[in-house]
């Protein structure tokens, strides 16, 4: 079936560094790609998406390109705050229902 | 704008004891889902609505019931409460296209079974 891997965490890193949490996905067709961010104590919240081939979601200075021939969907920053600390779940859409990955948990040095 | 609403934020349920978590969207959203975030699991489907009158199962169903009378309630019922019920649990919503749009989430409901 379906599913979504992503790398496990935590991921610690310093103020400034460049990000990269990495995501591949299996699935039939050609779903839409998420990630999700969720800060402590909170519900997820959309941070950005792509619907099809090529398409690269942005968003408060992350950025994902959808990846057919890889069937990845990696997320990237070129500088961290440490605001950003948080936990970070890739996610594909199929048939309305979404599927998440396990969450990669971010701690951000000042 | 209120979003997507849960209640209770907290609950402490003894064993088989039954309650009701319940969700609201003021948003006028079609799809509505449950899901339990566990630690190291993810999140994993519960149970979700297309519409008023519709639900259906998702990954993990079982102790769970739900029910969709209305476009902006859809209440989560554990009849039996179990220690494996322990978890958290979010709501969600979106248009029916949710390819194009994502979920709105509530904020959670932290339950602990004793």
């Known amino acids: 079936g379906d599913s979504v891997t992503q790398m496990e965490g935590p991921v610690t890193l310093s103020e400034e560094a460049f990000l990269t949490i990495n995501c591949t996905y299996t699935?039939?067709?050609?779903?839409?790609l998420f990630w999700y961010v969720q800060y402590p104590g909170e519900g997820l919240q959309l941070l950005l998406k792509?619907?099809?081939?090529?398409d690269k979601g942005s968003n408060k200075g992350f950025e994902a390109t959808y990846r057919k021939e890889t069937t990845s969907f990696h997320l990237e920053k070129g500088s961290v705050q440490v605001s950003d600390s948080a936990v970070y779940f890739c996610a594909l859409n199929r048939d309305d229902k979404i599927i998440f990955g396990k969450g990669t948990r971010l701690h951000i040095l000042p | 704008n209120a979003g997507v609403t849960q209640t209770p934020k907290f609950q402490v349920l003894k064993t088989g004891q039954s309650m009701t978590l319940q969700c609201a969207q003021d948003?006028?959203?079609?799809?509505m889902s449950w899901y339990r975030q566990d630690p190291g699991m993810g999140l994993r489907l519960i149970h979700y609505s297309v519409g008023a009158g519709i639900t259906d199962q998702g990954e993990v169903p079982n102790g769970y019931n739900v029910s969709r009378s209305t476009t902006e309630d859809f209440p989560l019922r554990l009849l039996s409460a179990a220690p494996s019920q322990t978890s958290v649990y979010f709501c969600?919503?979106?248009?029916?296209?949710?390819?194009?749009?994502?979920?709105?989430f509530g904020s959670g409901t932290r339950l602990t079974v004793v």
């Open positions: 969600a919503s979106s248009p029916i296209q949710s390819q194009a749009y994502g979920y709105t």
């Open positions: 948003m006028n959203h079609e799809y």
């Open positions: 699935a039939t067709g050609y779903p839409s």
């Open positions: 792509a619907t099809k081939a090529d």
